[in-house]
C-alpha cells in the first residue's frame, strides 16, 4: 500500500470488514472501489485543502477525508453496479471518448443543466465522458458531499454552494481520470474475483502489524495476549456461544440461519472429529467438515442450502481470527476454490440417483449369493458414453480398475473425473453396473475417504 499511496485513509482489513462481503466474494469492482477511496484520499488532502482553501470552512481532517472518501466509493459502486454494469448498455467508463446520441440519453430534470450546456457545444452528440460526468455529479459525487457535511460536520450547505460546487468538481476530475488511466483492466472484468488481490494486500498490512508487534519486547506478554491465549482453551460448545452473540444482525431469521449453519460444523467437531476446546481446531477439520461431512449431512435436501453454510462459515472463521488470532482463511479460501461448486454438484448427482433408485431390484439382487457383487469407495477414471451411461472406476483401497461400469441414472450426467463414489458393484453378464450408491463425494475429499 505504501508504494501506491502516499497514505492509507481506509485500510484493506477496515474496508473488508466494512463492505458487507466475504473475501472471496470480493470482485475486481470492489478492488476499483478499495484502490479509489485511497487516490481521491491523497488527491483531496494533497491538491485540493492546500493554502487558501486550507482556512475554508469545509477543510477536513485526515479521519474526515478518509469518511468522505469512505461515502463516495459506496454510492460510487452502488451507481456502477446498478447502472454501467447493470441496466445501461452506453458502457461508458470504458469507452470514455465514443459518441453517444443525446435522443439516446434519458435524464432527469435536475440534470438538464448540464446537458444544456453540453448541447450548446456538441449539437446532437456527447462523448461519453461527458455522460458518464452528468451520473457522476448528479448520483454519486454531489449527494455525498452535502449529506456528508450536514451528518458528520453539522455544516448545512447547498448544491449552490460554490465551495461545494468546486470540491465536487475537483472529485468529479479526479475519479473519471482514476477511471481512465488505472480503471480499465479491472473493471473490463467487473465481476471477477478479486480474492488475490486482496490477500497479497493483507499480507502486506500482516507483515507491517507484526513488525509493529515485535517491536517492543516488553509489551509482548500483555494482558491481551495472555487472556487471548488461555481463552483457547475454553470449551468448543462456549466458543460458538460467543460467536452467534457477536454475529452483527438485525434480523432474527437470519441469526437463526446462522445459528444453525454453525450448529453443523459444531456437531462435526465434537461427534466426528471428538473436539473439546478452540485450541485442538486445525484448518484439515474445515476441510473435512467441507468436502466430506456435509455430503452427508445434505442427502435428499436442498442443495442451494449450502451456500448458506459456506457463507456462515466464512464469518466464523474470520470472527475466530480477530478474537483468537488464530487465522484460517486463507486455508478456507482455498478449500472454498475447490468446494464451491463440487459439493453441491455432488449433492446434486447423489439427490437424483436416490430419487431413481430401484430398491426392489437391490433388495432382490442382494439376496442372491450367486451374484458376483463388490463394495467400497470408487474413483471416476473416465466417463464414457452419456447414452449408455458407462464410466471407468478406480478402487481407492486396491487400486484396481473396473472398465465400462454402467450407471443407470441421470446423476450419471452430473459426474466428473476425479468424483468418489460409495458403491456397491454387481457384475451383469461380461461387464460391472452399479446396483446402490450411498454416497458421492468431490475428489478433494479423497484423504478422508482412504
Not at 441496466?87 to 471518448?97: G, R
Not at 452483527?248 to 437463526?256: I, L, P, Y
Not at 467438515?289 to 442450502?305: N, R
Amino acid at each position: 500500500m505504501s508504494e501506491r499511496f502516499q497514505r492509507t485513509y481506509i485500510s484493506v482489513r477496515e474496508f473488508i470488514d466494512s463492505w458487507d462481503k466475504e473475501i472471496y466474494e470480493l470482485t475486481n469492482l470492489d478492488f476499483f472501489i478499495y484502490l479509489t477511496i485511497n487516490h481521491v484520499g491523497n488527491q483531496i488532502e494533497n491538491r485540493y485543502f492546500i493554502n487558501e482553501r486550507n482556512n475554508s470552512h469545509l477543510s477536513l481532517t485526515f479521519d474526515h477525508v478518509g469518511t468522505l472518501c469512505f461515502s463516495l466509493g459506496d454510492s460510487l459502486e452502488f451507481f456502477l453496479q446498478d447502472n454501467c454494469f447493470g441496466n445501461c448498455n452506453l458502457n461508458c467508463p470504458l469507452d470514455l471518448e465514443a459518441s453517444v446520441s443525446l435522443n439516446r440519453y434519458e435524464s432527469t430534470e435536475q440534470m438538464q443543466k448540464r446537458l444544456n450546456i453540453f448541447r450548446s457545444i456538441a449539437s446532437d452528440k456527447i462523448v461519453k465522458e461527458q455522460c458518464l460526468r452528468v451520473h457522476l455529479m448528479n448520483h454519486v459525487i454531489l449527494d455525498t458531499v452535502i449529506h456528508f457535511y450536514s451528518d458528520e460536520l453539522d455544516i448545512q450547505i447547498d448544491e449552490e454552494d460554490i465551495d461545494v460546487i468546486e470540491l465536487a468538481d475537483f472529485i468529479e476530475n479526479i475519479i473519471v481520470d482514476f477511471i481512465r488511466h488505472e480503471g480499465q483492466s479491472l473493471l473490463r472484468q467487473a465481476k471477477e474475483p478479486a480474492m488475490d488481490y486482496f490477500e497479497e494486500l493483507l499480507g502486506s498490512e500482516d507483515e507491517i502489524d507484526a513488525s509493529e508487534a515485535w517491536s517492543t519486547e516488553e509489551d509482548f506478554w500483555d494482558n491481551d495476549f495472555l487472556e487471548n491465549w488461555q481463552s483457547n482453551f475454553e470449551p468448543i460448545d462456549d466458543l460458538f456461544e460467543k460467536f452467534i452473540v457477536d454475529v452483527d444482525s438485525n434480523s432474527v431469521s437470519k441469526r437463526k440461519t446462522i445459528a444453525s449453519d454453525i450448529d453443523l460444523f459444531k456437531e462435526f467437531l465434537i461427534e466426528n472429529a471428538d473436539i473439546k476446546n478452540a485450541y485442538e481446531l486445525n484448518e484439515e477439520h474445515i476441510l473435512e467438515f467441507l468436502s466430506h461431512w456435509l455430503v452427508q449431512q445434505f442427502v435428499l435436501e436442498d442443495d442451494s442450502k449450502i451456500q448458506h453454510v459456506f457463507r456462515n462459515l466464512a464469518k466464523f472463521i474470520t470472527w475466530f481470527y480477530h478474537n483468537y488470532g488464530i487465522d484460517y482463511k486463507s486455508s478456507f479460501l482455498s478449500y472454498y476454490k475447490s468446494v464451491k461448486k463440487d459439493v453441491p454438484r455432488v449433492i446434486r448427482a447423489l439427490n437424483a440417483y436416490l430419487n431413481e433408485y430401484d430398491l426392489l431390484e437391490a433388495l432382490l439382487l442382494q439376496g442372491k449369493s450367486a451374484v458376483e457383487q463388490i463394495h467400497g469407495f470408487y474413483e471416476v477414471e473416465n466417463l464414457h458414453s452419456r447414452l449408455d451411461k458407462t464410466m471407468d472406476l478406480v478402487d481407492l483401497h486396491f487400486f484396481d480398475q473396473v472398465k465400462n461400469v454402467r450407471l443407470n441414472s441421470s446423476a450419471y450426467l452430473k459426474l466428473e473425473p476425479g468424483d468418489i463414489l460409495q458403491a456397491t458393484l454387481v457384475r451383469d453378464t461380461e461387464n460391472w453396473k452399479i446396483l446402490e450408491i450411498q454416497y458421492i463425494f468431490p475428489k478433494i475429499a479423497k484423504p478422508y475417504l482412504i
